[in-house]
């Protein structure tokens, strides 16, 4: 158990007894896994759902309703002529259902109207959770009467027009209606004069009746046909359409009406299947979009936080310090937002800041990222005296995705073994996942970050071995080793490549004498210190991609010692470092000298 599940199971626990509407900030850093950690979440809720169902089933002995069935025709009824009310028992009932939604800001970054996807994302899921003909009907029949608690133990009352329940209008109408035409066929459909048969009056106001019942229940089927064929997605998507509408304030108002008539409708369905219901909104990859995109989206969350009966939980999984800096950009916000952290204070109910990722999860993390190439690795595993002659065996039968070859002309008991790329990328992933090795500890909390690296590994290694270079000079360990220097620290790695290159400017010159290939990196970089600070102002954008400098310090210094030698012969293969970077540098010198 990881100090992210423990943290994804205490976070899942507040979320099912906070009160609604709700705003969680899920803070963590860019990179940081959070999907992973929001499905943990998720899991352990909707196991805190369950068994919360099965204590309250054993207390009340009330069984929960699902609209599917009989029970869906029960609702049918339900919605057209009955509206619920909450009563005592209802308000007790400690029984929970999460509707979870995610949306990800980013499929709607080229929208002009991105708030508007928040909201249609909404509206699309709720519609799938509970089908398209009780929606259909709420939005036909206009459910935005807030449901009232009530002391009476009713959690139906009828429906009424006139004091008259409308169930009793329908059936009388319906009688009417069978009546009538039972009379037409025995007797026919004749005219009689209204002064001297009065039966044929009596048809006629019947007739009227039914014309104008059928006239209204027409209305209303058409509607609830459209509604049912057009969904509320559709309909905000085609006024957002609208250019000269969408600038209006009476967009903005649309959209609190169907979040209004959203909120009724779940609470209708929260007294008929006897239970609470709480819609949980994921909002992700928000932090990828321009700065007056983000400011639509949290004004659409304050929408949906506007009626204090909505329930709504929504988890903002955002990295905090774009967020801020977004909104103190956007244009939308001058005057309000130029303080961005006390703007998100004013959204956020909760603040939960995920920690820094623990050794455990780290580990975790690279062995799901090593896992990605269980395909190449455990069909190949690492060459041993009995599976060479296995592969030899079966060599005709199939093509190993990793080659293992015998050197016959140095006979020896065992063979020698020639380990092939994959062997060799092997053996650099059991490094990576050493918990006892010194490279967990440089490598970032960072999980995109930890697939870079064994992404680069694969391909690094294997360009090497096509390059001839002798692993035994450079084993695995060392060459992962480099991979995790060059993506955590590009700027000062670029910058002591810059200044060996101009170390062998100078040599060919006879500037300078001969430079030492024995020379450790880390002695490079302290000789060149005090020309490094004369160009860091202009650098400031590439110094803040690395990580911390006293880390670079340890790591070059006492963990890792490599070599001008070394880093002469793997620079060349080492694919994550950007050569722009030290193109830029040898730019400022240039201009300096």
Known sequence: RTLYDSYASCLAKTLCYVSTPMTIGLYAPWGSEVNCLLKNVEKQMKLEALNREKKESKKSQERPREASGFEFISLLWHLLF???????????????????????????????????????????????????????IVRTLGHQDTVLKTDSDREWVSKRILRIPVWLIFTLLLLLAIVLGIVILMNGFKLGDMKSNYAGAAEGVGFGLIGISALMTMKHSIMMGKNICVSQKEKMQSLMNKSDFSSQLGFMNQVKQEVKVLTNFIHYMEVFERRKIRVVMKI???????????????????????????????????DPSIIVDCVEKSSNLKGIGENGYRYLNRIVSLPFSVPKMDTQTKLKFLQQAVDGKNAFMDDNPLPTKASVGRFRKNASESIPLINVSIESD????????????????QQAYQCITDINGHLLQYIEENFLQMKRIINITSVMIGLMVERNISMSSFPPQRVVAWIVLASNWPCRLSWIWQCWEDAEQRKKLNEEKDTDDNMLLWTVYEQSLEQFKTIRSQIDNLLAMDGDPEMFQTFLSESYKFT?????????????????????MELLLARNL
């Open 82 to 136: 009955l509206k619920p009310q909450k009563t005592e028992r209802h308000q007790k009932r400690k029984n929970v259902r999460f509707i979870f939604i995610q949306f990800s800001a980013w499929q709607f970054a080229g929208s002009d109207k991105l708030w508007a996807g928040l909201i249609t994302t909404l509206c699309e899921d709720i519609k799938n959770q509970f089908g398209c003909i009780p929606t259909g």
């Open 284 to 318: 992700m990859s928000l932090d990828r979009c321009t700065p007056d995109k983000i400011v639509g989206v949290l004004d659409a969350m304050n929408i949906l936080l506007s009626d204090p009966e909505a329930p709504f939980i929504s988890v903002l999984a955002v």
């Open 410 to 425: 140095q006979p020896s008991k065992q063979g020698n073994i020639k380990l092939s790329a994959g062997s060799h990328i």
């Open 564 to 584: 001008v030698n070394d880093a002469k012969t793997i620079t060349p293969c080492t694919i994550n470092l950007d050569r722009s970077l030290k193109r830029k």
